[in-house]
Every structure is written in C-alpha cells, then in structure tokens.
C-alpha cells in the first residue's frame, strides 16, 4: 500500500512561484505523477516522474515552467511550479501507480493507470 500526502497550495499571484510536495509513505512507488482538477473541468494530466531513474514527462501546458523532481531521502515529490497564471489555479492532486512502464510510456499521462491518491491541495492564482 502506498500513502501520499500533498501539502504547499494556497493563493498566489500571477507570475509568481510554488512548490507543491507529496509524502510517500507505505511501499515506495514506481513512479509518481501530478495531476490537477479546475472547476468545472475534468481532471488532467500535468507531470511524472520515474522513481528509479528520474526519468520525467510533462504536459505540453506546463513545459518550461514546472519541475517535477523526487527526493529518494525523504521519500517525497515535489512539483516546482514557475511563472503561475490564472489557467494554473486547480486542485492538484499526487498520485501513485502500482507498476512502472517503459520510459516512454504514455500510461504516465493516464489517470486510469494511477492507484493511489492524494487528498488534494488549492492551488489558487490570483491577483
């Protein structure tokens, strides 16, 4: 069994940064992913990351601006979020699936391979 915690959303201004970060605790996953939910629209993909190797993958929305990394220490996720706009604020959500794929894997994108979820946290931007 996996358990992930999300902590680090609250309201920020557009333009600004956030980090969000995700406790693993129980079985260490394979991989971890980020997904987020705004109102009114269905829940999305935005980035992955492979445990063992790092290896990562983004939505095209997010690219250049957030970071998603893993601290093997810790046992935590964190996704570094940069130059924030409107179209950010969500609930963000962390994620767990039971198997790891191939690196280049599109199952890393699809919330129906993901087992194990966070609570959520408000990610809320806004001047």
């Known amino acids: 069994q996996v358990q992930l915690v999300e902590s680090g959303g609250g309201l920020v201004q557009p333009g600004n940064s956030l980090r969000l970060s995700c406790v693993v605790s129980?079985?260490?996953?394979?991989?971890a992913g980020w997904f987020r939910q705004s109102p009114g629209k269905e829940r999305e993909f935005v980035a992955s990351i492979r445990w063992f190797d790092a290896n990562t993958r983004y939505v095209d929305a997010v690219k250049g601006r957030f970071t998603i990394s893993r601290d093997r220490a810790k046992k935590a996720v964190y996704l570094h979020m940069n130059s924030l706009t409107h179209d950010d604020t969500a609930v963000y959500y962390c994620?767990?699936?039971?198997?790891?794929?191939?690196?280049?894997?599109?199952?890393?994108?699809?919330?129906?391979?993901?087992?194990?979820w966070g609570q959520g946290t408000q990610v809320t931007v806004s001047s």
């Open positions: 994620a767990a699936p039971s198997r790891t794929w191939n690196s280049g894997s599109s199952y890393y994108s699809d919330q129906l391979k993901y087992d194990y």
């Open positions: 129980g079985s260490t996953p394979g991989a």
